[in-house]
């Protein structure tokens, strides 16, 4: 073998300690039985929440945040695959065990498989925590909508608030003001 070729093996033992060294866990979701199995180091990504709540779906649906179904609706968006390949998916989303504690942004990516009747039967991917990556966009949205130098909207974004803002005024029958002031 060449210096150039890599070898190959089915399953490395360090895997593992590999994705936990980069803040990423993996796990196999038979969602048939709702059971999640995850691989050694998920305490590297989901480091304040009980084992428990990760053990199935359901239990992980509820730490999950804005949106509690957002896993089940990236499966049963994409159309469905057979074979071995599987449908692939990427999604964002929070997970914090109480509102107390600090939202934790995760960034899943997967594939799900079909079964015999064409519905999601499993799914298999990794999640690593994203929180910089999601603080970034949320920043970049912010300077996107606001001013820089005022912190208020801009032009476009303002003229936008107030045209939903007479849109609801004329649906709902109330009335509204606006004051303009110019320095």
Not at 6 to 16: G, I, K, R, W
Not at 56 to 62: P, W
Request: one cysteine or more; a negative charge.
């Amino acid at each position: 073998m060449s210096r150039n070729e890599a070898t190959v093996t089915t399953a490395l033992p360090q895997t593992s300690a590999i994705l936990a060294s980069l803040g990423q866990a993996a796990f196999v979701w038979d969602i048939a039985t709702d059971a999640i199995n995850w691989s050694d180091h998920v305490g590297a990504v989901f480091a304040d929440i009980p084992p428990a709540l990760l053990s199935s779906g359901a239990d992980f649906a509820k730490l999950i945040e804005p949106r509690r179904s957002i896993r089940s609706e990236a499966l049963s968006q994409l159309p469905p695959v057979h074979g071995s390949d599987g449908a692939p998916y990427r999604i964002e989303y929070g997970v914090r065990t109480s509102t107390s504690a600090p939202v934790i942004w995760i960034e899943e990516s997967g594939c799900w498989f079909a079964g015999a009747d064409g519905k999601p039967a499993r799914a298999q991917g990794i999640v690593r925590i994203n929180n910089e990556r999601h603080a970034r966009d949320e920043q970049l949205l912010k300077l996107a909508r606001h001013d820089p130098l005022t912190g208020e909207l801009n032009r476009t974004h303002l003229i936008a608030s107030l045209a939903e803002a007479i849109e609801e005024t004329t649906r709902f029958r109330t009335s509204s003001a606006f004051m303009l002031i110019g320095i």
